[in-house]
């Protein structure tokens, strides 16, 4: 069974835009992850943000972390169509540290 | 090798036929996992290798799902009498030092792409 929801499901926006997309979890986590799929193959892992970290930034990414409302944003800035894929969060849970559980997925469609 | 490789990129079978197939983690990597990617869903966790050893089979739908891990590096998924269900995207992914520690970075596989007709 999935861990959460993540909204929106898809996301068109034009080449320059900056890109958000949300996640929602359901129980206590140790981290989240942020994955990214390209023609529903292979993942590559983005980011990971511990439960004790509210924000983190990696190049023009940048995730928040709020564990109070077991939620999580990505934000791609100054989006290009390269950028044109499934975005997946995954958490990783207290009682079950190898097991990713995996949100829906946003897809993302970036316009030239 | 590189990153994760798995084989076949695609199989196609027919109801009630046997299938396997192959994940070659990362080297050095001790823990594996596989997920499976049904058409329009999200990834559901299947099985975990520590080793050889599978600690954790919860996520296996049936028993017709089987797998295993040899010599701490390959490992096979078996799904046995094939049904149309059955047809995903099955990935696999490894990670370097025990599971147990905090810090989770699965590198993944291009996935093998079952269809069942």
């Known amino acids: 069974s999935q861990q959460g929801e993540e909204d929106p499901q898809a996301l068109s926006i034009q080449e320059g835009e900056n890109a958000t997309m949300n996640c929602s979890y359901k129980t206590s986590i140790n981290n989240l992850q942020w994955y990214r799929q390209n023609s529903g193959r292979g993942l590559v892992h983005l980011i990971l943000i511990r439960s004790n970290e509210r924000e983190k930034h990696s190049g023009r990414l940048r995730v928040t972390l709020d564990t109070s409302k077991k939620s999580s944003s990505l934000l791609i800035t100054a989006s290009r169509a390269a950028d044109t894929a499934s975005y997946f969060c995954a958490t990783v849970s207290m009682d079950s540290s190898y097991k990713l559980i995996f949100g829906s997925g946003t897809r993302l469609l970036v316009r030239p | 090798g590189a990153g994760v490789s798995q084989s076949p990129s695609n199989k196609v079978t027919e109801k009630g036929k046997d299938v396997e197939l192959r994940c070659d983690p990362i080297s050095g990597h001790t823990a594996l996992y596989w997920y499976r990617q049904s058409l329009g869903q999200g990834l559901e966790f299947l099985i975990y290798?520590?080793?050889?050893?599978?600690?954790?089979k919860s996520g296996l739908p049936s028993d017709r799902f089987s797998a295993e891990r040899t010599g701490g590096s390959v490992s096979t998924l078996t799904i046995q009498r094939t049904q149309q269900e059955d047809s995903a995207v099955y990935l696999c992914?490894?990670?370097?030092?025990?599971?147990?520690?905090?810090?989770?970075?699965?590198?993944f596989g291009p996935g093998t792409r079952l269809t069942v007709l």
């Open positions: 290798f520590q080793g050889n050893s599978a600690p954790d």
């Open positions: 992914a490894s990670s370097a030092g025990l599971a147990s520690f905090s810090y989770n970075e699965q590198f």
